[in-house]
């Protein structure tokens, strides 16, 4: 009998012990949070998955790549992924068009691409007569490219350049690796085998100074509203996953996720790592300014963009929250 009752003892609290563990389980929200690029910046999102960040927040976070700004948006639009980064030139373009996408964050607010060509192109000017491909129309990519050929005072139509539509940029790399291309912009974190190769660096876009909104946590109001738990546990994640890539203390932590996720060496982490951490925000607020330059951008071209203002684009609330709480700081 009292073995009957020490069996009956421990089956009862094996029952206990996964029930809990499934209620636990069953606590945690699921939520798709997408990204359109594989580049240090992610590291926003891959520092709180990895750490756990994310499920003490109350979240089961799934990850998601989704190839190309346009194609991006229209997941956060259509609620696939109803969070993502992306750029605020989509953002514009979809608000333009009678969206309700909205900026929360700016996870990298300015531009940071390097510009590559193939070796015999030793100049901007000898992009005269050229490709440059870019991930779609509309893009940061394919606005950030008509920025640089501002800067060297060259004009798509008169100077004969024609964009391409090739993908992200690992993507656009490759083609450029492959000959398939003359010429594109990518960020460091990817310039490894171009450099490697022998390829023509043109240099860097943060020579132009202007200030751009390149990746931003973006959703709808839509899901602000009907999901504002969900929404605020995320921006609080990704600000606390900022802070610990801030802490110096931290970068052996922090590199061997980028060596993870970029497939990297212990050494090209590192520097990969050195590249990241000056766009690391701690209030990762979207530079008003960088909104406002590529509102006056766009609009050169697409006049409903050209009516819009700022706030039309950014939701900053749930962000300034954290900070009147002093949980950003």
Known sequence: MKQYFHALSWILTLLFLLATQTAGTQELEKVVVGHSNIRNDIAA???PKDLEIFRKNGLDVNI??????????????????????????????????????????????????DIWARPEIKRPEDLRGKNLAVSGFGGSSHVASFLMLQHFKLDENKDKITFLVIGDEPTRAQALLAGRIDATIVDPSVSGPL???GFSYL??????????????????RKYLKERPRTAEAVVRSIVEGNAF??????????????????????????????????????????SMEAVKATIQVMGLRNPKIA????????????????????FAR
């Open 45 to 47: 999102l891959w520092v």
């Open 64 to 113: 998601v790549l989704i190839t190309g700004g346009v194609r991006m948006t229209q997941a956060i639009l259509s609620g696939s992924a109803p969070m993502g980064f992306t750029g605020a030139t989509l953002v514009a373009s979809a608000v333009a068009g009678g969206s309700d996408a909205v900026l929360m964050l700016g996870i990298t607010n300015r531009l940071t691409y």
């Open 195 to 197: 450099k490697e190769k």
């Open 203 to 220: 240099g860097n876009l943060q020579q132009l100074g202007v200030p751009f909104v390149n990746n931003a946590l973006v959703s709808t």
């Open 245 to 286: 890539m801030l802490n110096p203390a931290n970068k052996p932590k922090v590199a061997g996720i980028l060596a993870k996720h970029l497939r990297l060496e212990a050494k090209e982490s590192e520097k990969t790592y050195e590249d990241l951490i000056p766009k690391v925000e701690r209030k990762p607020y979207p």
């Open 307 to 326: 009516q819009l203002k700022p706030e039309d684009l950014i939701d900053v609330s749930i962000l300034q929250k954290l900070e009147q709480s002093g």
